[in-house]
C-alpha cells in the first residue's frame, strides 16, 4: 500500500476519534473541546490537500447517480465545518478568547449545535459511501473468508444499524438537529464508555445506510434502470 493512502487513512482515522470526543464537548472539557476543534479542522484541511485529485476532477466526467450523492455529501460536510468553526470562533473562552468579537453568542449556540450534529450525520454518511474500500482493505488483510463470514458481517452490521436507531432517539440527536432543545443534556454520572458506545452505534447506523445506499445506485448504473 503506498504511503500516500497509509496518510490518508491514519489522518481519517484520528478524524473520526477526534469527532467523537467532540460530540463528548461538556464531559471532556471546554479547553479541550476547542483545541480538538482546532484539530479536527486542520486534518479536514489535511484530508482535502490529500485528495485534492478529486476536487480538480469535478468539473471533469459524466455525473451519476452516486457522483451526484458523493458531491452533495462533500459540500454538505464542508458548510457544516465551516459553521462549527466559524460559530466556535464566537463562542469561545479560551484558544479565541483574545479577539475582539461582542455578542453574537445566541445565534453562534443555535449555528454550532446544527453544524455539529448535522455534520456528525453528513460525516457517517461519507463514510459510508467509502465503505466498500475499508472493506476492501480488511480483505487484504485477512484470509480467504467463506460466504458464512460474509453473512455475519451482514449481520453484524444490522444489529449495529438497528441499536443505532435506538441510540439515536435516546440521545435525543434528532432534537438536536432540528432545534427542538437548544441545550445538549449530559449525564456526568454515566461512563464515558456508554456515551461513545450509542455514538459509535449511531454513525453505524449511517454508515449502514450510505454503504448500502451506494451499492443500489451502482446496481441503477449498472443495469441503465
Known amino acids: 500500500m503506498k504511503l500516500k493512502q497509509n496518510v490518508k487513512i491514519i489522518i481519517d482515522i484520528i478524524m473520526t476519534v477526534v469527532l467523537f470526543l467532540l460530540m463528548a464537548y461538556s464531559m471532556a472539557g471546554e479547553v479541550i473541546h476547542e483545541w480538538l476543534g482546532i484539530g479536527i479542522f486542520v486534518l479536514f484541511l489535511l484530508h482535502h490537500i490529500l485528495n485534492s485529485q478529486w476536487i480538480q476532477n469535478l468539473r471533469k466526467g459524466k455525473y451519476t447517480l452516486f457522483r451526484i450523492l458523493q458531491t452533495v455529501l462533500v459540500i454538505l ?3 457544516s465545518m465551516a459553521g462549527s468553526m466559524l460559530s466556535g470562533i464566537v463562542l469561545s473562552r479560551h ?4 479577539l475582539p468579537v461582542m455578542g453574537g453568542s445566541s445565534w453562534a449556540r443555535k449555528l454550532h449545535m446544527l453544524s455539529a450534529y448535522w455534520g456528525f450525520i453528513f460525516l457517517s454518511l ?4 467509502h465503505w466498500s474500500m475499508v472493506t476492501g482493505i480488511v ?7 467463506s460466504a458464512v463470514w460474509l453473512w455475519i458481517s451482514r449481520l453484524t452490521g444490522l444489529l449495529i444499524a438497528c441499536y443505532g436507531i435506538y441510540a439515536f432517539v435516546k440521545r435525543q440527536i434528532g432534537s438536536y438537529m432540528f432545534l427542538k432543545i437548544h441545550f445538549v443534556f449530559f449525564d456526568f ?8 458506545l450509542d455514538y459509535m452505534a449511531v454513525m453505524g447506523l449511517f454508515i449502514f445506510l ?3 445506499l451506494a451499492g443500489i445506485f ?3 448504473k449498472r443495469t441503465g434502470i
Not at 461519507?126 to 459511501?129: A, M
Not at 454520572?189 to 461513545?196: A, C, H, I, K, Q
Open 218 to 220: 451502482r446496481k441503477i
Open 139 to 145: 480483505k487484504k488483510m485477512l484470509p480467504k473468508t
Open 126 to 129: 461519507h463514510l459510508g459511501l
Open 210 to 212: 450510505g454503504h448500502y
Open 189 to 196: 454520572g454515566e461512563p464515558l464508555f456508554f456515551f461513545f
Open 95 to 98: 484558544v479565541f478568547s483574545f
Open 77 to 79: 460536510v464542508l458548510v
